[in-house]
Every structure is written in C-alpha cells, then in structure tokens.
C-alpha cells in the first residue's frame, strides 16, 4: 500500500472513532506499529491528527477539502442552491476555497458568460472542463485544503474588482463574530471583501459557536449571508 493511500485510510478511521491507539491502526491496515508511527508524525506535521499519550486524534478544525465536502452536505448544497439565484450572465465572480463554496460548481457551469476568480485548485481542476472564463489567483498553495494563498495571490485581488464574492470560514460566534484557524486565507478574504461589489457569506449551522483566532469581521459587514434552515437567528 503507498504511504498517501494508508495516510488516507488513517483519516478515514479516525473521522469514524475520532481517537485510536497506534495499535488498533496498525491492525486495521495490516501493518506494522513502526510504520503507524512514521505516518503520524508526519500527519501531525501537516497538521491533520495529535499524537497523545498511548494514540492519535483527529485535528478536525484542518481535515482535508475532500473529507470536508462531505460533512453537513445536504446543507452545503442547500446554501448553494440559494446562491446561485445571485448569478447573472456576465458578472464576474470570486469563489474562495472552502468547502462550502465549492458546492457551487455546478451552478457556475450552468452558464456560458460568466468570468470566474479563485483560490481554489479543485474549483481550477472542475472549471478546465467548461468555456467559461477563469482565472486563478496563483501563489503558494496549502495542500490541505487545495488553497492559494500568499503575497502573490493578494497582488493577483487587488488588480480586480469582482461583482460577486462568494466565501465561507470556520467558525460563527453566538455575537456574530466570523472567525477562521487559517491566518492566510483569512488574510485573503479580508482583502476580497474590500475589492467585492457584494460579499456573499455562506455558512452551515454546524459552524455556529465556534470561535478561532484569526477574525475575519461580523455577518453584518456582508452584503449577503446565506444559511441552511438549522441556522439559528444571531
């Protein structure tokens, strides 16, 4: 089994039974504890689990975009289902690189004259396949969450004005305080909703009491905030 594909398998357990000891991995995967080991150290290093005394846990707060797209789905697609009646022909739109956002995919596809600006690598790699217009921010990409992020990208948004921002964050404080773990991509979406004709936030009701460090502003700074029905009024 190659290392990324066992490193996977790691995750998947853990998203299961959240914490495990280096043993029961080893034999869940029919290997050795040595190699168990090996893998979670460099797993702690790009910040996916914590090594604890005896195991490991699962650093939920950074699971990788492909795990996270399947969390709270029926949720995701319900945000962008009411999304995207902000869509017209000829805007210009921003896609930020959570999950939550990449759920509009589909919708952007529907339509032929669209120009469409993101950080998103998986947004980059599903827009290849359509004629519309996109342009990727460039800079240096965080690999967990398929994001471009950086000096390089924030030059890239500043040559822009874009007419529709579409982005999300991790966390949603009972006082409306919008918040994130990434000080980079929060850096990011901070200049975005400056250069923005409308801000749209879009967020799940799983993310409300949750507070990380970097803020990103209030919900009353957006010109849109679109919820799922579960969203409680804040």
Do not use: W
Not at 26 to 54: H, P, Q, W
Not at 89 to 107: K, R, W
Not at 128 to 152: D, H
Not at 178 to 187: A, K, R
């Amino acid at each position: 089994m190659l290392q990324v594909e066992r490193q996977e398998q790691i995750l998947q357990l853990l998203k299961q039974r959240e914490a495990m000891r280096v043993g029961q991995i080893a034999k869940e995967l029919y290997t050795s504890e040595a190699t168990v080991r090996r893998d979670l150290a460099f797993m702690e290093s790009e910040g996916l689990v914590k090594r604890v005394y005896g195991g490991v846990v699962l650093e939920k707060q950074n699971l990788p975009l492909d795990m996270r797209l399947n969390e709270h789905a029926a949720a995701k697609k319900e945000i962008a289902e009411r999304a995207s009646k902000l869509l017209y022909e000829g805007c210009s739109v921003f896609l930020d690189a959570s999950s939550t956002a990449a759920h509009l995919l589909p919708y952007l596809m529907q339509y032929s004259d669209l120009t469409v600006i993101t950080n998103s690598h998986r947004a980059i790699e599903t827009l290849r396949q359509s004629k519309l217009n996109f342009i990727c921010t460039g800079g240096r990409m965080i690999s967990t969450n398929q994001a471009y992020v950086g000096p390089i990208a924030e030059a890239t948004l500043e040559n822009l004005c874009v007419d529709l921002a579409f982005f999300s964050c991790q966390g949603v404080s009972e006082d409306g305080e919008v918040t994130d773990f990434s000080e980079e991509e929060t850096s990011l979406r901070r200049l975005l909703i400056r250069r923005a004709k409308k801000a749209v936030f879009l967020c799940d009701s799983s993310k409300v009491g949750k507070k990380y460090l970097y803020r990103l502003g209030n919900l009353r700074d957006f010109a849109h905030v679109i919820t799922d029905e579960k969203f409680p009024k804040i």
